[in-house]
Each structure stands twice: as structure tokens, then as C-alpha cells.
């Protein structure tokens, strides 16, 4: 059962934006925190961006000002706005969730390539 789908990715050049959406499924509940993670080609996976359930909303250095991270409640999905993207951006973007129990979800991933 696929929990989480992904959306949005593709290829832009640098300078450009794209808009991810990850919308979990409604039968994961007592979401508190959603974040998107990325993993470049021989790189460890790091954190993009986060939200939680309030609204607060964290983000690496390397994105600030150019990212945004949102979401939906009611929808349970989760959007990434990324603008003025750059090649060192390009890497396979996954979303998660988190529950009140801590256990986390994840989503398959989505391919994004900032071409120079």
C-alpha cells in the first residue's frame, strides 16, 4: 500500500522553480510533523525542510530564502516551493511524516535536475 505520493519533480533550468506535493494517505493520522529530505548521487540523505503540525517551519542553510515548505491539515500533504534552484540542487527529493508515536513514513521519491 503506497502511503505517500509524490509529485512535481522534473527538470529546470538554473534559476527556475518547481513545486513538489506529497499527499499522505487519510489513514495515517495524529500527524505532527512533515518534512522533505533529499539525497544527491554519492551523498547522504539530508533534511531540506520541515513543518509541524502548527506551522513552524525549519529549513537547511542552503535552501533558506529560496525554499518554502507548506501544508495542507485537511489534505494531509505537504508542499515544497523551491525558487532561484541551482545545480548542487539537483538530487532525489522524498517526502515523510511523522506520527505521534514517532514512527515515521515515507515516499518513494521524485527526480529533480537543475541543468547549468
Known amino acids: 500500500q503506497v502511503l505517500l505520493v509524490e509529485s512535481g519533480g522534473g527538470l529546470v533550468q538554473a534559476g527556475g522553480s518547481l513545486r513538489l506535493s506529497c499527499a499522505a494517505s487519510k489513514s495515517i493520522f495524529n500527524i505532527i510533523r512533515m518534512y522533505w529530505y533529499r539525497q544527491a548521487p554519492e551523498k547522504q540523505r539530508e533534511l531540506v525542510a520541515d513543518i509541524t503540525s502548527g506551522g513552524i517551519t525549519n529549513y537547511a542553510d542552503s535552501v533558506k530564502g529560496r525554499f518554502t515548505i507548506s501544508r495542507d491539515n485537511a489534505e494531509n500533504t505537504v508542499y515544497l516551493r523551491m525558487d532561484s534552484l541551482k545545480p548542487e540542487d539537483t538530487a532525489v527529493y522524498y517526502c515523510?511524516?511523522?506520527?505521534?508515536?514517532?514512527?515515521?513514513?515515507w515516499g518513494q521519491g521524485t527526480q529533480v535536475t537543475v541543468s547549468s
Open positions: 515523510g511524516v511523522q506520527i505521534a508515536t514517532m514512527k515515521s513514513y
